[in-house]
Nanobody, 112 residues
C-alpha cells in the first residue's frame, strides 16, 4: 500500500519561506512522477509543480521563479521549497504520486 505523508506547512508572513516534504512508503517512488498540488478556499485543486523520474520539472506560472521542486530517491522524499510567499499561496498543499496516490495535505497560510 502506498502512503504519502506531507510535512512542513505552517503560518508565515508574506515574503517568507517554507519547505514542504513528502515522504513516501511503498516501492513506487523511484518510478513515479511526483507532484505538489494545492487547493485554496473556494478553489479547485491545481497543479503547483511536478518532477519526473529523470528530474524534469514543470511549474504553474503563478509560482515560477519562487518555488522549487526536488526529489531524493534515496530517501523516497519529494520537496517543495517555497520562497517569496504571497497571501494568494494560502492553501492546503497535497503531495501526489503518478496522479493516482495522494497525501493527506498540509496547510500553508501566508499572512499579509
Amino acid at each position: 500500500q502506498v502512503q504519502l505523508v506531507e510535512s512542513g506547512g505552517g503560518l508565515v508572513q508574506a515574503g517568507g519561506s517554507l519547505r514542504l516534504s513528502c515522504a513516501t512508503s511503498g516501492s513506487i517512488f523511484s518510478s513515479s512522477t511526483m507532484g505538489w498540488f494545492r487547493q485554496g478556499p473556494g478553489n479547485q485543486r491545481e497543479l503547483v509543480a511536478r518532477i519526473t523520474t529523470r528530474g524534469t520539472t514543470n511549474y504553474a506560472d503563478s509560482v515560477k521563479g519562487r518555488f522549487t521542486i526536488s526529489r531524493d530517491n534515496a530517501k523516497n522524499t519529494v520537496y517543495l521549497q517555497m520562497n517569496s510567499l504571497k497571501p494568494e499561496d494560502t492553501a492546503v498543499y497535497y503531495c501526489n504520486a503518478d496522479y493516482a496516490h495522494w497525501g493527506q495535505g498540509t496547510q500553508v497560510t501566508v499572512s499579509s
